[in-house]
């Protein structure tokens, strides 16, 4: 028997309300905003994520799914969003847009191989928000508290704003440094990654997740004491600005996030529960990507965040939901010469605006009216040989148990009076 392959879950309709409220939570608030829907391929060329998200991290080294397509050309499934809205900002001239240009797109699926565990797919899906086209801090301070609020608006409490700043390519450079000698002592210490990540890219080693690593982490040098002046001001503006929209958020030196395109704000919102899959999304400033794109230099900020991840700990919250409206009536016939009348009455119903299932054929009465019982059904509507020469149907209410005869052009204003046939 055929399963879903390891990494991959089916989004099952009791889930789907969830679902659908984040997707409608993230929409309505995205559109408050003032950003416009944008969707791109789920496989762009290979090329656009080893430029980007950066040839030395664990995305493109561990876990990208790539292959060749028939023409040789090397494609690679999405495993990050910002890219591809990045290369699609170049691709359609979006530069002579009104800027910032403010695009978002919602369950776009994803894909990263990894161990899989709770709220972490191999396939999965994001929430993603990009602004492109204003370096200023209060563009980064809108796309914080954007996400602040949608994960307030689906239902989640007591989260954490976590806040850093990286600093850019002036004063990178010197902040690198300082990392390196203060770990290279370290390093005989350090795990297998870190070791690799001492010479490749440094900065990593902040994020590193193994409890042996994790205390050198804490009293490393940080990338606040080393920012420029011009760094600085964009910090201090972007903390004046959250404080003004009284945003509350915890500055940690070791958030660098895990892609190299990230310049000054990074940030994440994280849970009550800890733990290595615990945050919630997370994103922050991309002043160089598009010119490492080959676009003229562009800055940009933006925020991904896994539905999975946000359903889960919906869940862990006790985040109630209306559930679907259950269907409102079964039709149920008895006799061969009632079915096709039965028919056309379920499709008249439905094209009236109503929720209504044609019970199942070759099934008792009885039968049939427990299948309107466990579909939850407000009403039966049954037709006989008696119902079809009289031009009426039987109507039951399920909830009273009452009985009555109705003529079958009434039959929707009876059960929904607002709709006419």
Not at 57 to 69: A, N
Not at 165 to 183: F, H, K, M, T, V
Request: aromatic share 8%; charged share 25%.
């Amino acid at each position: 028997m055929f399963k879903t392959p390891r990494g991959t879950v089916d989004i099952l309709p009791d889930d789907q309300p969830y679902w659908r409220h984040v997707e409608a939570q993230a929409t309505e608030l995205c559109e408050r905003f003032g950003y416009r829907r944008i969707d791109t391929p789920i496989f762009e060329e290979s090329g656009l994520f080893v430029r980007s998200v950066g040839e030395a991290t664990d995305v493109v080294e561990k876990e990208t799914y790539s292959f060749s397509d028939r023409s040789g050309d090397s494609m690679t499934l999405r495993p990050e969003a910002t890219a591809g809205v990045c290369r699609a900002y170049l691709q359609h001239g979006m530069h002579v847009l009104p800027q910032p240009v403010r695009l978002y797109s919602v369950s776009a699926p994803m894909f990263r191989y990894d161990r899989p565990q709770a709220g972490r797919q191999r396939q999965f899906h994001h929430v993603n928000v990009e602004a492109i086209g204003d370096p200023d801090a209060s563009v980064d301070s809108e796309v914080v508290e954007l996400a602040w609020r949608f994960f307030a608006g689906v239902g989640l409490r007591n989260l954490t704003l976590v806040l850093n700043s990286i600093g850019d390519q002036a004063c990178r450079p010197g902040y690198l440094e300082a990392l390196r000698r203060y770990y290279e002592p370290l390093v005989p210490g350090l795990c297998a990654d870190c070791k690799r990540r001492f010479h490749e890219n440094p900065l990593r080693l902040l994020d590193c997740k193994k409890e042996s690593c994790q205390p050198h982490a804490r009293e490393a040098p940080r990338s606040l004491d080393h920012l420029c002046e011009a760094c600085r001001a964009h910090w201090d503006e972007l903390t004046a600005s959250l404080d003004l929209v009284a945003l509350p958020y915890t500055v940690d030196h070791r958030l660098v996030r895990g892609l190299d395109y990230y310049t000054r704000t990074v940030f994440e919102v994280l849970p009550p529960a800890e733990g290595a899959q615990s945050t919630l999304g997370g994103g922050g400033r991309y002043d160089g990507l598009i010119e490492q794109l080959e676009g003229r230099p562009t800055p940009g900020v933006g925020f991904a965040c896994g539905v999975e991840r946000i359903i889960l700990n919906m869940k862990r919250q006790g985040v109630t939901l209306a559930q679907q409206a259950p269907v409102k009536a079964v039709v149920a016939y008895v006799g061969g010469a009632a079915k096709g009348p039965a028919l056309k009455l379920a499709s008249d119903l439905r094209a009236a605006g109503l929720s209504v299932v044609l019970a199942p054929a070759g099934k008792s009465l009885k039968a049939q009216m427990r299948f309107a019982g466990a579909l939850q059904a407000s009403y039966v509507l049954i037709m006989g040989d008696d119902e079809v020469r009289d031009g009426t149907v039987t109507l039951k209410e399920m909830a009273g148990g009452e009985q009555r005869q109705v003529p079958v052009a009434d039959a929707a204003t009876t059960l929904e009076p607002r709709w006419v046939l």
